[in-house]
């Protein structure tokens, strides 16, 4: 509502031949095709309705290299030399973000912000310590805040809290378009309102088959639909949750706590808030453990009404008016890790799964990975989020 529709792209009207399809047109999609725009093939995205408007308009873009999982635990699934390995591509992703939103012409609005995850009881704090500990062992800029600091310096009781140096925040639905902008001046297409209805996979490559039976033939497909790229892959890699947010009306202060920063919490599911264009406060969270595609209108307004008084309830000093709300599906993995690569029963085929709470900086370093199997270089990250791990 707060953008319109930015652009809009044909549907397909005739049979295509290109070396790269994407299914989907999402900020996953946008990052793989503009990774791939300059490397001598011919490439087409396709998306069942328009783009930007699945889960990417739904997206708060809460950028952090912190993923769903904590680092002392992600060891435990993936060994440590993974895991911090991990944070650190994310880490990296959010600075590739911000050159990449600099390199576009005009230059995209991006903002590198500190993030804050605080303990939201006292039985939270010694884990919380053990994870300021191994990100300051493996050199993140973390800061250790105790309680009379976060009342000092954001304003509201916390026991203890993670400072990160590194964070950011983009507006994903724009950012989006700004890149298919550059996709399709480089000489590529983007097509909406073109549901794909059978992938055939042949020894030449891959044909989709759209609802009105036109042909799209193609030596590789990658498949970036988000959470619907599940029906693809045969074995259950995921559980799909429901989450909240809602956006206050304007506010008259300019700064309401240090440096604007990301915050959000310990507890599972956590509550996580920052401030927006227009002086706004985005606040999400209350996640279900399920989603079903038509979340009733009173059940997002009891959401949004439970994440307004947490947050008064943290911060009464900030008069908070609920102006937007809105619920979202995601994907969540048991390593909090996404999937990025193939799978035997699909070839030719690549998937930027790009799951959890780091949807956007997942979706770079997938947009990585398959630039680099695509154009047949080797890429040493690729095992890390492999199917078979």
């Not at 060891?75 to 390199?103: F, M, N, Q, T």
């Not at 920052?274 to 999400?284: D, K, Y």
């Amino acid at each position: 509502m707060k953008n319109g529709i930015v652009n809009t792209y044909p549907s397909l009207k005739e049979n295509i031949k290109v070396d790269v399809a994407i299914m989907g047109a999402g900020i996953s999609a946008a990052l793989t095709a503009w990774h791939l725009r300059n490397a001598g093939l011919t490439v087409a995205v396709f998306d069942k309705n328009h783009a930007g408007l699945g889960s990417t308009a739904a997206s708060t873009a809460f950028l952090q290299y912190e993923i769903d999982i904590p680092l002392t635990k992600l060891k435990e699934y993936v060994g440590e030399a993974d895991a911090v390995k991990s944070y650190k591509l994310c880490r990296e992703a959010i600075y590739d973000i911000a050159d990449l939103c600099k390199s576009l012409k005009p230059a995209f609005d991006f903002h590198l912000k500190p993030s804050l995850q605080y303990a939201s009881f006292k039985t939270h704090l010694s884990d919380l310590k053990a994870e300021y500990e191994l990100r300051k062992k493996h050199n993140f800029k973390v800061q250790w805040l105790d309680e009379d600091e976060i009342q000092k310096q954001f304003g509201f009781n916390a026991p203890g809290a993670i400072l990160s140096k590194d964070g950011g925040e983009v507006d994903a639905y724009l950012l989006t378009h700004a890149l298919f902008n550059a996709f399709e001046h480089a000489g590529h297409k983007v097509y909406n309102n073109t549901p794909i209805k059978q992938i055939e996979h042949t020894k030449h490559g891959v044909t989709l088959h759209t609802a009105s039976n036109l042909k799209i033939n193609a030596k590789k497909l990658v498949i970036a639909s988000g959470y619907e790229s599940l029906q693809y892959v045969s074995k259950k890699i995921a559980d799909i949750n429901s989450t909240y947010a809602m956006v206050s009306e304007p506010i008259e202060d300019t700064t309401f706590w240090y440096q604007n920063s990301l915050v959000w919490e310990t507890a599972t599911p956590y509550m996580y808030f920052r401030v927006v264009s227009e002086n706004r406060i985005l606040i999400g969270g209350r996640d279900d453990p399920f989603h079903h595609p038509h979340i009733a209108p009173s059940t997002i307004d009891k959401k949004a009404e439970m994440l307004r008084k947490a947050f008064s309830k943290k911060m009464p000093q900030i008069p908070l008016a609920p102006d937007f709300k809105w619920a979202g599906a995601f994907a969540s993995t048991k390593d909090g890790l996404p999937y990025i690569g193939s799978i035997p029963e699909r070839p030719n085929t690549y998937f930027a799964l790009g799951f959890g709470g780091n949807g956007i900086t997942f979706s770079v370093i997938a947009a990585n990975i398959i630039h680099d199997l695509i154009t047949g270089k080797k890429n040493d990250n690729a095992a890390i989020f492999r199917f078979n791990r």
